[in-house]
């Protein structure tokens, strides 16, 4: 949570307006006075204690150099008084506004289309295939955590701070292989509601659940995903699956034809390639 103070300005970063809170803490629309450039500054409340300060601190530390792919980076940060601290991110949203994968699900009547839920999942496993090779987990993820921008790439907001804080070791180097696993079932969770609208069954998916997604792809990969004992094992796992698809069967092409076609027929943020 945030101290609840509202300032006008924060160093070089003018604070024009207010936005939608995150569960960290109290964000603001920003210019850079100089370059004339959009940011984000967050306002996050800390212990007063010395102990919780060293431990946020070396968070940010340790993320601000990590530049994580899809992780947004962090550009800026200082102590403020009584308890508090401010950090700078990029501004990735539309205008003047931040644009999160649940907004865009919401857009679209609640629901993406097979091609952009695995272009999500992609960027989401990249991040956290670094993250884990480096030895920063992220821990849960909420799908407002995770931002879009104008090309249709996808960031995920102070990607592994609280779980470095909560760890009281900034430092720490070795990828825990449960959280690692966790972290993947978390991307396919958040991914089955993106394109079926639901949430998906606790005990696995079957064929019925995967309705529209064709038996190969992106509908094998939630077989995989979900499965409560053959989950993978870590990112790395995850994301070769995903860009390794097996070869669709005979009976399994008409049930692809219209997905693709649906596709490839609506565009929207997540189905244009960055350049």
Do not use: C
Not at 65 to 81: G, M, Q, T, V, Y
Not at 201 to 225: E, M, S, T, Y
Not at 255 to 267: K, Y
């Amino acid at each position: 949570m945030a101290d609840g103070s509202v300032p006008h300005s924060f160093g070089p970063y003018e604070l024009t307006r207010p936005l939608p809170p995150s569960r960290h803490g109290l964000r603001q629309m920003a210019v850079h006075r100089r370059t004339q450039t959009s940011h984000v500054v967050h306002t996050l409340a800390i212990g007063a204690d010395r102990s919780s300060v060293r431990r946020v601190l070396a968070a940010l530390e340790r993320l601000s150099a990590s530049r994580l792919p899809h992780a947004l980076p962090i550009s800026d940060f200082a102590l403020i008084e009584p308890s508090g601290v401010r950090v700078v991110t990029p501004h990735v949203g539309a205008h003047d506004s931040l644009f999160t994968i649940s907004d865009l699900a919401r857009g679209k009547g609640g629901r993406l289309t097979p091609s952009e839920t695995t272009r999500a999942i992609e960027h989401l496993l990249e991040a956290f295939d670094a993250g884990q090779r480096a030895g920063v987990h992220h821990g849960h993820l909420g799908p407002d955590e995770v931002l879009v921008d104008s090309r249709g790439s996808v960031h995920v907001e102070f990607y592994g701070m609280a779980f470095l804080i909560a760890s009281q070791n900034a430092n720490v180097s070795d990828p825990d292989p449960v959280e690692s696993a966790r972290e993947v079932r978390r991307v396919a969770d958040i991914a089955f509601q993106l394109v079926t609208g639901a949430q998906p069954p606790p005990g696995g998916v079957f064929a019925r659940d995967l309705a529209g997604l064709g038996r190969g792809g992106l509908a094998a990969w939630f077989g995989r995903a979900l499965d409560p004992l053959e989950g993978f094992a870590n990112a790395s796992d995850a994301l070769h699956a995903l860009r390794n698809p097996p070869p669709a069967t005979p009976e399994g092409l008409p049930r692809l034809i219209p997905t693709v076609r649906s596709a490839l027929g609506f565009r929207s943020a997540l189905g244009r390639r960055p350049r």
